[in-house]
């Protein structure tokens, strides 16, 4: 019970400093709105870490405390990727293209097969490089979601690059 307090806490600090509410429905506010996001990604030209947890997940607690908090604190990623938290358990989600779906349908996008798991997508949902499912060795972990990171920002400027000169 207390694991599941301590990700609500910190759901909800993450929810605070980095999602926008959407004021325009009722039924959207609080709503994870991966349009906003998605110009925000794109004006920066960063890629997006998507990590997907679900309540009662110790693997996603840990990630949370041991990799996704310290990289945002430490702020030596604020200018390679943009982080988003995606509770599975949730209903719906704005996709990319600012169209409300159904969560289910979000997650199917990127064959998810357990919780947690770590998608690097650009502005438009595209995968970047290849998904990063459950915990596996703890130890090589760090490295390879900077490897992750490091090839969806390489990714996101060719792209640029490639559109803009």
Not at 44 to 53: A, M, Q, S, V
Not at 99 to 117: C, G, H, Q, W
């Amino acid at each position: 019970m207390t694991q599941l307090i301590r990700m609500v806490a910190w759901t909800g600090m993450l929810l605070m400093f980095h999602y926008p509410v959407v004021a325009d429905e009722a039924s959207t506010i609080g709503m994870l709105d991966l349009a906003a996001v998605a110009q925000q990604a794109d004006e920066k030209r960063l890629p997006i870490l998507l990590l997907f947890l679900e309540d009662d997940c110790e693997d996603c607690t840990k990630i949370m405390e041991e990799f996704i908090l310290p990289m945002q604190r430490s702020g030596e990623y604020t200018d390679k990727v943009l982080v988003r938290i995606v509770n599975i358990e949730t209903d719906r989600v704005r996709d990319f293209t600012g169209k409300v779906i159904a969560m289910d349908s979000f997650v199917d996008r990127y064959n998810l097969e357990l919780t947690p798991s770590v998608a690097i997508v650009n502005a438009q949902g595209d995968e970047l490089a290849a998904v990063i499912s459950g915990m596996g060795n703890v130890d090589f972990y760090a490295s390879s979601l900077d490897e992750a990171i490091d090839l969806g920002l390489n990714s996101v400027r060719k792209e640029h690059e490639k559109f803009h000169h």
